[in-house]
């Protein structure tokens, strides 16, 4: 129990601490882009009602865990592949590092001429922006298998898919789990840039047009609805991450404890 109140205090602290300096630097402000933080609280519960939650939030999460699934899929499979084959993997290593240099959010006006301004187009932009981490840390999981371990594999007959989801998959999962980690955060930032362009909805569209109508405070609750929207994905993420790789953190806590 003091564990878990020792843990739950670390996790509180911070945060804690960040507001209460929002609230005392901002206190008495007259700024009108700077509005004191009980302002802002004040006006959140009547600019984010349920049907504004439906109309923009679900929207921008729907497309965010498109282009993000999007993402995973043709990173872990292309990423696995180009791991697995040297030769392979030195004719696309030139491109990839090319590909990867070029700033997603400078592709939107090109993926607008093929995509259209529909919700196809915000899910390729994600996708486009979430796929490199992903895509590179599976890369370099699989180049980082164990050779002892494949070889024992090989020895007793496990070939093809077993192969791959036992052994390769698997000692790589860490590495693609970070890489999962850092996509998830772009593409939070890729859906925001995606929705400020040509678009109807979405947390992106709502923020923006508060922005243009000089609804400031209005503004900064779109601001602190995207905070909690990623704190909420990264939890998420964590708890999926400690199941998937319930193994890996065992092994790492029991040679943590060996002298």
């Known amino acids: 129990m003091r564990l878990f109140l020792l843990r739950l205090f670390f996790v509180v602290a911070l945060p804690a601490l960040l507001v209460a300096l929002w ?11 700077w ?3 009980r302002t802002i609280l004040r006006t959140f519960p009547d600019v984010w009602t349920s049907e504004r939650l439906r109309s923009d939030l679900v929207p921008s999460v729907l497309r965010l865990l498109a282009g993000y699934a999007a993402a995973a899929v043709v990173g872990v499979a292309l990423g696995t592949v180009i791991g697995s084959y040297r030769r392979v993997r030195a004719v696309c290593e030139p491109v990839l590092e090319f590909l990867r240099a070029v700033p997603p959010p400078v592709l ?7 995509a259209g301004i529909g919700d196809t187009m915000k899910i390729a932009v994600i996708a486009s ?9 599976t890369v370099e999981g699989v180049r980082a298998v164990d050779s002892v371990m494949a070889e024992t594999a090989r020895s007793y007959g496990i070939t093809g898919v077993a192969r791959l989801r036992s052994v390769v ?9 970070a890489g999962l980690r850092q996509a998830l955060s772009i593409g939070i930032i890729l859906m925001v840039i995606s929705e400020m362009f040509a678009a109807s909805n979405g947390l992106g569209f709502t923020i923006v ?3 243009r109508s000089f609804a400031i405070p209005d503004m900064w609750t779109g601001i602190l609805v995207l905070g909690l929207l990623g704190f909420l994905l990264s939890v998420v ?3 999926v991450e400690r199941r998937v790789l319930g193994w890996y953190h065992g092994l790492r806590a029991v040679s943590r404890r060996s002298p």
Not at 23 to 33: C, Q
Not at 108 to 114: E, H, R, S
């Open 23 to 33: 609230w005392l630097a901002s206190d008495g402000s007259t700024n009108v882009y």
């Open 35 to 37: 509005p004191p933080l």
């Open 108 to 114: 939107v006006p090109v993926i607008m001429l093929f």
């Open 129 to 137: 922006g979430c796929v490199w981490p992903i895509l590179l840390n």
């Open 169 to 177: 998959l698997r000692a790589a999962s860490p590495q693609i789990f």
């Open 209 to 211: 047009q508060f922005q």
């Open 237 to 239: 993420f964590q708890l």
